[in-house]
């Protein structure tokens, strides 16, 4: 019989194909759910790892913010390993979005979660075992770092964590002195790090710390009362890699305190009270590579034994704010991987040749804040893999080629300096401008003339963040004042006089040296009276006039510009001088010499500029602060003046042409005539009398300048005499002594000061014992009273007498007032007053 059901066997293959299918897309489908568990699970545990690494580097336990890229790197191998034995987890985290903050609640408690798996809590004592309790009931690996803080609590008791599980732990109190040595015994597990600071602990609480020194990695004990680290203060903590001791009142270590670290890497002492004979206990730190030593009380010289050379790995030294006076030869002898050097806020003013010639590997370095004036090409010729130089706030006077000398210099930062110039060196150095990424010179008194016009077109031109190209701007001349350099066309950057400009040369001068010197101009000013020049010395000499000379100055620097053929003025030396007009018998006379060092050629034309600084009354003077002026607190002004333009020609050969053109009988006029004798009197009435006598008799005009000092006020009176009277009387001296200088000025002389050429005497005026006048009516009037009252007694005694004789026959004297009695004894011929008697 044939088969009536011909798809029976051709529908069963198809199903069958159906069903294979549908099973295996669900197998897929399960093996997915199961991988995406999988995943998962493994995320939660990299975003835990990863999100304590996030909490710790915002923390003081666990990481350090002040850091450079490369000390980034460092921090990460600091970590726990735990930490970082997982690969960070892709962003973003589906395991983030899903984590939430655990509530705790209780009486006084406050707490809340910055980051995942990061819990931060306020409380009191008794919230202790509140937070506790809530932890242990929460899943393990759900918070990893718990800060508390912990108010009245001066003591941390034992177990108060319990059966809690935590990588890291931070107590604060303000409070808290002591630990219980079981404080951390009872955790689930060892902690990594441990922070307790803000505290009142006086010692280590080593006691304690040796229940977990097993997995100990990070510590900070910072802002605690530490005053001494003995010997065994850190006893086993083997695998401590991070110890932060800042904020401290440490003022001795023990040599062999850190001798138990044989693993750390990272120490932070900043803010303690350390000396240089403390720094020995870093002997043995071999492992150490980052070292913060700021804010301590290191002074002195930076040489080579200031720190121990047996730390062969440390990278990165902070020495700031310290008070370090100089930077010797070969310091830091010993470090060779130095790579990063903080100096700044110290009170540098010298760096050596070759300074820091043992510091080959060294990137960063830091001298802001100290009182650098010049920087010598040797003492950064060494520097060759140096790329940061910071010397911003200092007293730099020019940007030289010295600066650039590192040949991988990429940053250099000279912000609030007293740099007026750029060297030609620095525009011949191309190649090294070009390596610069960073050039600030923010603050500074940029003198915008034609030496600047070269250096100019390259910041123009060159590659440098618009903030740098903004940072320069022109100081002086005054129509460029406060003007960018950066749009300072080429033509208007010009030397000497500019034929357009109204101001004189003199002005024009004035004020290039006030903007110089960055202070405003005072009342006191400054016109030269006499040069005389010295070809056979190089040198000469300057009579000033200042004007009004009532007010105090202190002579500051001279400056000398040579003019050139084209008109150009070219500054050739600025040297300091030195004056104090409390100590001239005259300051309205300033009299200053150029220096032989300078070399003034005869035939050449130059121009002199005098700055002198004028203080404020003492009545509105400040603290002194020797940084005052940076930050626009200085009441301290200039008085300046510049000459004209004035073509050398020696002096004494004048003189001697003059000499020649005389007839051969004639004598040569004579030179100043010297004084002989000088002799003083002072009568008891308070007369000076002043005698001078003479070498000789002069042939020329001749004056003597008398010039009288109390010593005692600081006064001064000045007198001219003829010198063939030789002789002078003053009156009305006040008690006290003097000071007596006499000179003598020709009409030919050249007031150059030579041997003979002034005398001094010093005298004491004696002080009269005779009485006041106030004293005098007091007696006056007292011997007038006096003759009254007995003149008034003698007539009423004589009244009663007249009386009493009448009546009784007798009796009489001065009568008493009435109501009082008389008492007259037999044996006495007296009369008793009583105890109320008014006399």
């Given at each position: 019989m044939p088969d009536t059901r011909p798809g029976k066997w051709r529908l069963p293959p198809l199903l069958l194909l159906l069903l294979l299918a549908a099973a295996f897309v669900l197998a897929e489908a399960k093996?997915?759910?199961?991988?995406?568990?999988?995943?998962?699970?493994?995320?939660?545990?990299?975003?835990?790892?990863?999100?304590?690494?996030?909490?710790?580097?915002?923390?003081s336990v666990v990481a350090d913010t002040d850091i450079d890229e490369e000390d980034e790197e460092d921090d990460k191998q600091l970590l726990p390993k735990s930490s970082t034995s997982h690969p960070s987890p892709?962003?973003?985290?589906?395991?983030?979005?899903?984590?939430?903050?655990?509530?705790?609640?209780?009486?006084?408690?406050?707490?809340?979660?910055?980051?995942?798996?990061?819990?931060?809590?306020?409380?009191?004592?008794?919230?202790?075992?509140?937070?506790?309790?809530?932890?242990?009931?929460?899943?393990?690996?759900?918070?990893?770092?718990?800060?508390?803080?912990?108010?009245?609590?001066?003591?941390?008791?034992?177990?108060f964590l319990e059966g809690v599980a935590l990588h890291g732990l931070v107590v604060s109190s303000g409070e808290l002195r002591r630990l219980n040595e079981n404080a951390f015994s009872a955790l689930a597990q060892p902690l990594q790090a441990l922070g307790l600071p803000n505290n009142q602990l006086d010692q280590v609480p080593i006691h304690a710390l040796g229940k977990i020194a097993l997995g100990l990695e990070r510590l900070d004990l910072s802002h605690n009362k530490f005053k001494i680290l003995e010997a065994g203060s850190f006893k086993n903590l083997n695998n401590v890699t991070y110890l932060?001791?800042?904020?401290?009142?440490?003022?001795?270590?023990?040599?062999?305190?850190?001798?138990?670290?044989?693993?750390?890497?990272?120490?932070?002492?900043?803010?303690?009270?350390?000396?240089?004979?403390?720094?020995?206990?870093?002997?043995?730190?071999?492992?150490?590579?980052?070292?913060?030593?700021?804010?301590?009380?290191?002074?002195?010289?930076l040489g080579p034994g200031l720190i121990p050379s047996a730390m062969p790995r440390l990278r990165s030294l902070s020495l700031a704010e310290n008070q370090l006076k100089s930077v010797g030869n070969d310091t830091l002898m010993g470090l060779k991987n130095l790579s990063s050097l903080v100096l700044s806020h110290n009170q540098i003013d010298v760096l050596e040749d070759h300074a820091f010639r043992q510091l080959t590997n060294l990137r960063h370095l830091d001298l802001s804040y100290n009182d650098i004036v010049a920087v010598s090409s040797l003492s950064l010729a060494h520097l060759d893999r140096l790329r940061s130089l910071d010397l911003t706030h200092n007293f730099l006077r020019s940007l030289n080629g010295d600066l650039l000398a590192p040949r991988n210099l990429e940053r250099l930062r000279l912000d609030d300096n007293d740099i007026t110039m750029v060297t030609p060196d620095v525009s011949a150095k191309t190649s090294k401008l070009l390596m610069l990424k960073s050039l600030s010179l923010a603050d500074?008194?940029?003198?915008?003339?034609?030496?600047?016009?070269?250096?100019?077109?390259?910041?123009?031109?060159?590659?440098?963040?618009?903030?740098?190209?903004?940072?320069?701007?022109?100081?002086?001349?005054?129509?460029?004042?406060n003007g960018p350099l950066t749009q300072v066309a080429p033509d208007n950057l010009l030397c000497g006089e500019d034929p357009s400009s109204a101001s004189s040369s003199s002005s024009s001068s004035s004020?290039?040296?006030?903007?110089?010197?960055?202070?405003?101009?005072?009342?006191?000013?400054?016109?030269?009276?006499?040069?005389?020049?010295?070809?056979?010395?190089?040198?000469?000499d300057m009579l000033w006039r200042v004007e009004p000379c009532t007010e105090r100055y202190t002579c500051d620097t001279l400056i000398v510009y040579e003019a050139q053929q084209d008109g150009r003025e070219v500054q050739l030396a600025s040297s300091p001088i030195e004056c104090d007009s409390r100590h001239m018998p005259q300051p309205c006379a300033l009299s200053l010499g150029v220096p032989a060092s300078i070399r003034l050629q005869p035939g050449h034309r130059?121009?002199?500029?005098?700055?002198?600084?004028?203080?404020?009354?003492?009545?509105?003077?400040?603290?002194?602060?020797?940084?005052?002026?940076?930050?626009?607190?200085?009441?301290?002004?200039?008085?300046?003046?510049?000459?004209?333009?004035?073509?050398?020609?020696?002096?004494?050969?004048?003189?001697?042409?003059?000499?020649?053109?005389?007839?051969?009988?004639?004598?040569?006029?004579?030179?100043?005539?010297?004084?002989?004798?000088?002799?003083?009197?002072?009568?008891?009435?308070?007369?000076?009398?002043?005698?001078?006598?003479?070498?000789?008799?002069?042939?020329?005009?001749?004056?003597?300048?008398?010039?009288?000092?109390?010593?005692?006020?600081?006064?001064?009176?000045?007198?001219?005499?003829?010198?063939?009277?030789?002789?002078?009387?003053?009156?009305?001296?006040?008690?006290?002594?003097?000071?007596?200088?006499?000179?003598?000025?020709?009409?030919?002389?050249?007031?150059?000061?030579?041997?003979?050429?002034?005398?001094c005497v010093e005298v004491q005026t004696l002080r009269q014992q005779y009485p006041s006048q106030g004293a005098v009516a007091l007696v006056l009037c007292g011997l007038f009273g006096l003759a009254l009252a007995t003149a008034y007694c003698i007539g009423r005694s004589l009244a009663r007498t007249r009386k009493k004789a009448a009546q009784m026959g007798g009796g009489g004297g001065c009568a008493p007032a009435t109501g009082q009695q008389l008492e007259i004894t037999h044996k006495a011929h007296y009369i008793k007053l009583q105890a109320t008697t008014k006399v």
């Open positions: 093996s997915t759910t199961v991988l995406n568990n999988s995943t998962r699970h493994d995320n939660d545990n990299n975003e835990a790892a990863a999100v304590t690494t996030t909490h710790r580097a915002s923390t892709p962003s973003p985290s589906p395991i983030v979005a899903s984590w939430e903050c655990p509530e705790i609640t209780g009486q006084g408690i406050e707490c809340s979660c910055d980051f995942p798996h990061t819990l931060r809590c306020i409380g009191d004592r008794t919230s202790l075992k509140s937070i506790g309790a809530h932890l242990r009931g929460l899943r393990p690996g759900r918070i990893s770092l718990l800060d508390a803080t912990l108010q009245g609590i001066a003591s941390l008791p034992a177990d932060d001791l800042s904020g401290n009142l440490l003022t001795q270590l023990s040599p062999e305190v850190f001798a138990s670290l044989p693993q750390l890497r990272m120490l932070k002492m900043r803010g303690n009270r350390l000396s240089v004979s403390a720094l020995k206990a870093f002997r043995g730190l071999r492992s150490l590579e980052e070292l913060d030593l700021s804010a301590n009380m290191l002074m002195g010289p500074n008194p940029l003198n915008c003339d034609c030496n600047l016009a070269e250096f100019a077109r390259w910041f123009a031109a060159s590659g440098l963040e618009p903030e740098d190209k903004r940072s320069a701007v022109c100081a002086t001349p005054p129509a460029l004042e004020a290039s040296v006030a903007g110089m010197t960055r202070l405003p101009l005072a009342a006191a000013q400054l016109t030269l009276k006499e040069f005389h020049y010295d070809e056979a010395t190089a040198g000469g130059y121009r002199y500029c005098v700055v002198l600084m004028v203080p404020p009354p003492p009545a509105h003077q400040g603290k002194d602060d020797r940084h005052r002026r940076r930050d626009g607190d200085d009441d301290v002004s200039l008085g300046l003046g510049c000459s004209d333009i004035i073509e050398l020609e020696d002096t004494l050969d004048l003189l001697d042409i003059e000499r020649k053109k005389l007839p051969a009988m004639t004598p040569p006029p004579l030179l100043q005539p010297d004084i002989k004798d000088l002799r003083v009197n002072v009568s008891d009435e308070g007369y000076l009398k002043v005698a001078v006598a003479l070498l000789e008799t002069p042939r020329l005009g001749c004056e003597i300048d008398l010039d009288i000092l109390a010593i005692e006020t600081g006064q001064v009176h000045r007198q001219r005499l003829n010198c063939s009277a030789q002789a002078n009387e003053l009156a009305g001296l006040v008690p006290g002594r003097y000071k007596i200088c006499a000179s003598v000025e020709t009409e030919s002389a050249s007031r150059r000061p030579r041997e003979g050429h002034a005398r």
